[in-house]
């Protein structure tokens, strides 16, 4: 079985088939697809979508990109959503949380106000986050650290070999997609490459960040196998070993994922 740790299924682009996309997940062995939330928005959209596929979770949480939208209440609205998510077998942590640094035009404290109100709840609540990493390592993990957040994972890990170093000293495990499929991203392949295994999970951020054999296409968790195999092939290990195991640095990033089925 493999696990997608990072799917947005319930964005418009799989509005004409979204059954049909997960179902096909579901046949290729992804037994597992995590839903991150992005703000208020989608709170409820990624619950029910969460409990509508087999095998689905989610998470809730403001995304960076979106905190121009936001309201400072919305920190007290996602602390009622999450009080009333923790008997949810299919809520998994705090999510899509995070910095972009990268988008111009984003006010960086705005950006720190939500991102360190989320980490707050997350540590009173004792959840794993979620987190945007981009062009922010360095920042995203001083938050971390700040509040003792020791668990979850660095979604579409970029960074220096230091810096994904002080990520799994943290307790945090790193995600990889599509991008290590293309043999230009070289960095990010050296990293998967090299970095501990039980360090890694795999994701999509599908409809986002398509693998080599589909570039710009609409991503779909049914591509994890494949994005799977590539990274297996990076370490020489065997495409059955590499679903194991990333499954299980899964759910160890992710706990609550083990407590309903798939």
């Known amino acids: 079985m493999w696990i997608d740790t990072h799917c947005h299924l319930d964005a418009s682009e799989f509005d004409a088939d979204r059954d049909a996309v997960a179902a096909a997940a579901r046949s290729a062995g992804v037994g597992r697809i995590v839903i991150p939330a992005i703000g208020r928005q989608n709170f409820t959209a990624v619950r029910e979508l969460a409990h509508r596929v087999d095998g689905g979770a989610y998470a809730l949480g403001i995304h960076p990109l979106f905190t121009p939208g936001a309201d400072e209440r919305d920190l007290d609205l996602l602390r009622m959503e999450i009080e009333a998510s923790l008997g949810d077998p299919r809520f998994v ?5 995070g910095l972009d640094y990268f988008v111009d035009g984003l006010d960086d404290a705005r ?3 939500f991102y360190n109100g989320q980490l707050q709840l997350a540590r009173e609540f004792d959840l794993p986050v979620i987190c945007h990493v981009r062009k922010s390592q360095d920042q995203v993990l001083k938050g971390l650290r700040r509040h003792q957040i020791h668990r979850g994972i660095a979604h579409a ?5 230091q810096q994904a170093q002080a990520y799994i000293d943290q307790g945090m495990h790193l995600g990889f997609g599509g991008n290590l499929t293309f043999e230009r991203a ?3 392949r050296r990293l998967a490459e090299q970095l501990p295994f ?5 994701e999509t951020d599908a409809p986002d960040i398509a693998p080599a054999w589909m570039y710009r296409q609409r991503n779909s968790p049914e591509q994890i196998p494949g994005i799977g195999a590539g990274l297996a092939q990076l370490r020489g290990m065997s495409a059955d070993a590499t679903a194991l195991g990333t499954t299980a640095n899964a759910l160890a990033a992710l706990p609550r994922l083990a407590l309903s089925s798939a």
């Not at 942590?93 to 949380?97: A, K, L, P, S, T």
């Not at 039980?198 to 795999?202: E, I, P, S, W, Y």
């Open 93 to 97: 942590g705090v999510g899509e949380i």
């Open 111 to 113: 950006q720190q106000f």
């Open 157 to 161: 890990f970029n960074g220096s070999f």
């Open 186 to 188: 070289r960095q990010i």
């Open 198 to 202: 039980d360090a890694l999970v795999v």
